[in-house]
């Protein structure tokens, strides 16, 4: 890995919103877009339990993702390419996750609008733990990716897995 590489793929993760999260149950794929943060463990993320995703995830915990803009030339692509399990946030983590998560997304914090709050009353908390991390960067030559080792990023691990 080139010694830049882990400095960049921080500031991507934390510089973007947005996780594609491909989940499955019965050989049925399933990919939806959520809004993530950075944290010590991994990418915390919120849903609703009746979503497709959430449903995928009861019956199995093993996910891929992507995180990456959009882009018009090929020459340009850059992104993460990952894969882990998903875990519900545990219940004495859960007011330091959403602090943490309204760092980022103030919308959901203290003063967060009715509607959002309303919300955000009816869902769960979910952390990916990242067991393979690509960075992609077609800058570099067209397929090019470069195995970026998940430890390097994140420093901790749940102490409880729902």
């Given at each position: 890995?080139?010694?830049?590489?882990?400095?960049?793929?921080?500031?991507?993760?934390?510089?973007?919103?947005?996780?594609c999260l491909a989940t499955s149950?019965?050989?049925?794929p399933?990919?939806s877009p959520?809004?993530?943060?950075?944290?010590?463990?991994g990418?915390?993320?919120?849903?609703?339990?009746h979503?497709?995703?959430?449903?995928?995830?009861?019956?199995?915990r093993?996910v891929?993702?992507?995180i990456?803009?959009?882009?018009?030339?090929w020459?340009?692509?850059?992104g993460?390419?990952?894969?882990?399990?998903?875990?519900?946030?545990?219940?004495?983590?859960k007011a330091?996750?959403i602090?943490?998560?309204?760092?980022?997304f103030?919308v959901t914090?203290d003063?967060?609008?009715?509607?959002?709050?309303?919300?955000?009353?009816?869902i769960?908390?979910?952390?990916?733990?990242?067991?393979?991390l690509f960075?992609?960067?077609n800058?570099?030559g067209?397929?090019?990716?470069?195995d970026?080792?998940?430890?390097?990023?994140?420093?901790?691990?749940?102490?409880?897995?729902?």
């Open positions: 890995m080139n010694s830049n590489t882990l400095a960049v793929v921080q500031q991507y993760l934390n510089s973007h919103s947005v996780l149950q019965s050989d049925r399933w990919v959520v809004f993530y943060a950075t944290t010590d463990a990418l915390l993320f919120l849903s609703a339990s979503t497709r995703h959430c449903k995928n995830i009861a019956v199995n093993n891929s993702a992507s990456q803009r959009d882009y018009s030339d020459n340009d692509i850059k993460i390419q990952l894969e882990g399990i998903v875990v519900m946030v545990p219940e004495n983590q330091q996750m602090e943490h998560y309204s760092e980022k103030p914090g003063n967060a609008p009715p509607a959002i709050a309303k919300a955000l009353d009816k769960q908390w979910f952390q990916l733990i990242v067991s393979k960075y992609i960067d800058s570099q067209l397929g090019h990716r470069e970026v080792d998940p430890s390097l990023l994140f420093s901790s691990r749940p102490t409880e897995i729902s």
